[in-house]
Nanobody
């Protein structure tokens, strides 16, 4: 499975960004999940959102619930992270990641098997 993340950038607080993660080698993903994990400077990685590829169940961390929305487009093999009401504390490198099994809770970063390259999100106050 290969993942290609894009869509990062710089915005002011209160603004919005949409990240995209194109998934290839999808055959193994039919029973899997895709997630977004971020790492802020000097902090540990944090899983913020995830979606089961089949069934579409959604998961969010408390830190982004109500502001971020994860979705998928099966036809484009792409997962999106719509980020609204951005805060300076959302500043981080955002990674998309995947695993071969569905999830029932938002999984910790170290449990994801496949990773894309990161995309920087910077939110200024």
């Amino acid at each position: 499975v290969q993942l290609q993340a894009s869509g990062g950038g710089s915005v002011q607080a209160g603004g919005s960004l949409t990240l995209s993660c194109e998934v290839s080698g999808r055959t193994s993903m039919m029973n899997g999940a895709v997630g977004w994990i971020r790492q802020a400077p000097g902090k540990e990685r944090e899983s913020v959102a995830a979606i089961n590829w089949s069934g579409g169940r959604l998961f969010y961390s408390d830190s982004v619930k109500g502001r971020f929305t994860i979705s998928r487009d099966n036809g484009r093999n792409t997962v999106y992270l719509q980020m609204n009401s951005l805060k300076p504390e959302d500043t981080a490198v955002y990674y998309c990641a995947a695993r071969n099994n569905r999830i029932v809770v938002l999984m910790a970063p170290e449990t994801w098997s496949y990773w894309g390259q990161g995309t920087q999100v910077t939110v200024s106050s």
